[in-house]
DNA sequence: AAATATAGCAACCGCTGCCAC
DNA sequence: CGTGGCAGCGGTTGCTATATT
């Protein structure tokens, strides 16, 4: 089809990496922002397709990347926002503050796909597998038959973790006078590396209940109803700092869900129409 | 200790939807 | 309204690390 590539392939780096397209990406996006990404590789002197930069921007090199060690809050949200989403990966991490769509995917592919199955639940549709050990999932075709040959290029240093959160802005399809833009960048700077901290991997801030995280992510995701913010972000201190939201559909919501949670056999239909409600 | 299998995750590919013209 | 360009998404692949034989 007509179409071109998103790139010319020749003359561009692929596969891992290096510290120094890290940190030419990085600065660059401190700097000018997010955004225009066809054109960015050029502008920050990276051969990589732009496409490859927005990549790793979003999964590895943005500063409230939360890295690692998904706790057990983290993953029942997980299991219960793809009962009620399916593989709306984005939405789901849109929901776990600092977790990426591609980390939870993988997340989900490598361990709670496997959990839920060995618990006798079908990780698809959530529903009871008659024998649990019928559906195993489909092995790996290729082998590594070749290893060695191409020494991966590893970074000197992992980029430091910082402890920041900016939840992920979340596109939400346009409704009424609310719409997104997609070209809308956080205002991202160093200096706002000076909010709280979440999850270690040696102790976990997460509130005792487990959907503490789902409540306060979800106002970074739905407020919008006074401001013409296109993207929303919420930092974790305003998010737990028990200042109300501007929206009180958000509680509502979740109280709702709440309830449809409860009822242990509850009408997938009702659910299907809460998931609903969630995409609008 | 070496060979092989498996797990985990970063990155790629290609499609889709949105927006501007 | 149709078309082209772009960003974003989800599925898949490829590579490394780790476990097992």
């Known amino acids: 089809m007509g179409r071109a590539p998103c790139c010319a392939k020749v003359g561009l780096h692929r596969g891992p990496w290096t510290a120094r397209e890290d940190s030419l990406l990085t600065n660059y996006i401190q700097v000018h922002g ?22 790793r921007w979003m999964n590895y090199l943005r500063p409230d990347i939360k890295r690692g060690n998904i706790t057990p809050d983290e993953d029942d ?17 849109g929901r776990l503050p600092g977790r990426t769509d591609n980390e939870i995917k993988n997340y989900w592919n490598t361990h709670l796909s496997k959990k839920l199955r060995s618990q006798g639940t079908d990780p698809n549709t959530h529903k009871k597998l008659s024998d649990p050990h ?22 000197q240093e992992e980029p430091e973790k910082l402890k920041v959160h ?19 960048s956080f205002d991202w700077t160093p200096t706002t590396t000076t909010t709280t901290t979440t ?5 976990t ?14 106002v970074g995701f739905l ?7 296109d993207m929303i972000n919420c930092s974790d201190l305003e998010c737990h700092s028990g200042v109300p939201t501007s929206n009180h559909t958000l509680e509502k919501l979740y109280e709702e869900y709440l309830q449809l949670l409860k009822t242990e056999d509850h ?4 659910l299907d129409s809460f998931a609903e409600s969630l995409l609008i």
């Open 267 to 270: 009408d997938h239909v009702e």
């Open 134 to 155: 019928v559906q195993e999932p489909k092995k790996r075709k290729n082998s590594n038959k070749k290893k060695k040959n191409n020494p991966k290029p590893q970074p």
């Open 34 to 55: 997010e955004g225009n990404w066809r054109s960015l590789p050029k502008k920050a002197g990276l051969l990589r397709c732009g496409k490859s930069c927005r990549l």
């Open 205 to 218: 801030e997460v509130a005792d209940d487990p959907w503490s995280n789902f409540r306060y992510n979800e």
């Open 223 to 229: 407020i919008g109803d006074d401001q013409d913010h």
């Open 199 to 203: 999850t270690t991997a040696s102790g």
């Open 166 to 184: 900016n939840p992920k802005p979340i596109r939400i399809k346009p409704l009424g006078s609310f719409s997104m833009s997609r070209n809308s």
């Open 77 to 93: 949200l997980i299991v219960k926002m793809h009962a009620l989403l399916g593989n709306r990966w984005s939405l789901i991490a």
